[in-house]
């Protein structure tokens, strides 16, 4: 198994966010977790990445115990965070916002050179940019950048924290393809935390459900998608 999360508890203050939640995401899989707000979809994004700590539990990533290490060592391990809201630097140039993705990373030159025309190649819209400052860029756009990013670190498990937010429904289908093609062609295992829970399980192979911190349901995408109860309170029908 590629990230094993077992029964982890958060609290912020006292305040509960997780109980025993586990998940699984194995090597080259899509899994999703949807939830309503507040859910504590962004916490467990926070503790696979160590921005909180849990209180009980272990996390996994090939087979070793990560619980607790500093964002910069899960990053170095192959985990990265394209975060909700994107958190682009406005003020950077597109390269810029891109070299920061490797920041955690000591790619030599050549590698750095390798993964700019990784990015390059997949995102033709950033390269024609790359000079531009970022905050210059469509939603659609920054969005790319985010993945574009998160790439540069060069993963083997990418969680994306509501990719979808804010973008207009053809921009979203955009977005989408470009997380199909990161995990076919780049063979990265993704994460995908998404409100478009349609979406979200219709191209991922399993799904969690998150319901007040903990999991009420989990099982394969398409079974999901076609559960009356998940339909009429996730998918809106
Ligand atoms: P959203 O989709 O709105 O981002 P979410 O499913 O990602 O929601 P979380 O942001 O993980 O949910 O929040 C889970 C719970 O923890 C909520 O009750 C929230 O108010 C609380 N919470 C989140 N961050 C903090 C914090 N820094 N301090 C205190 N409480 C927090």
């Given at each position: 198994m590629l990230l094993s999360v077992n029964g982890i508890c958060?609290?912020?203050?006292?305040?509960?966010?997780?109980?025993?939640?586990?998940?699984?995401?194995?090597?080259?899989?899509?899994?999703?977790?949807?939830g309503a707000n507040g859910a504590g979809k962004s916490t467990l994004m926070k503790s696979i990445m160590g921005r909180v700590k849990p209180?009980?539990?272990?996390?996994?990533?090939?087979?070793?115990a990560i619980t607790g290490l500093p964002g910069h060592k899960i990053v170095e391990k192959g985990i990265v965070c394209v975060p909700e809201g994107r958190e682009i630097f406005n003020g950077l140039s597109v390269q810029d916002n891109l070299e920061v993705g490797a920041i955690s990373r000591s790619f030599s030159p050549k590698e750095m050179k390798a993964?700019?025309?990784?990015?390059?190649?997949?995102?033709?819209?950033?390269?024609?940019?790359?000079?531009?400052?970022?905050?210059?860029?469509?939603?659609?756009?920054?969005?790319?950048l985010a993945l574009g990013r998160g790439l540069m670190s060069d993963p083997t498990l990418m969680m994306l924290d509501e990719p979808s937010l804010g973008l207009a429904p053809i921009v979203v289908d955009e977005v989408f393809d470009f997380i199909k093609k990161i995990n076919n062609e780049n063979g990265i295992s993704v994460i995908l935390v998404e409100q478009n829970a349609y979406m979200a399980l219709e191209i991922s192979r399993r799904g969690y459900v998150l319901e007040n911190g903990s999991i009420s349901r989990e099982g394969a995408s398409n079974a999901l998608i076609n559960d009356p109860t998940i339909k009429s309170a996730y998918l809106g029908k």
């Open positions: 958060v609290a912020y203050d006292k305040i509960s966010a997780l109980t025993d939640v586990s998940i699984e995401c194995d090597q080259g899989e899509i899994v999703s977790i949807i209180s009980h539990g272990t996390i996994f990533f090939h087979g070793e993964h700019f025309e990784m990015v390059y190649d997949m995102f033709p819209i950033l390269a024609e940019k790359r000079g531009q400052i970022a905050g210059a860029l469509s939603g659609g756009q920054q969005q790319m």
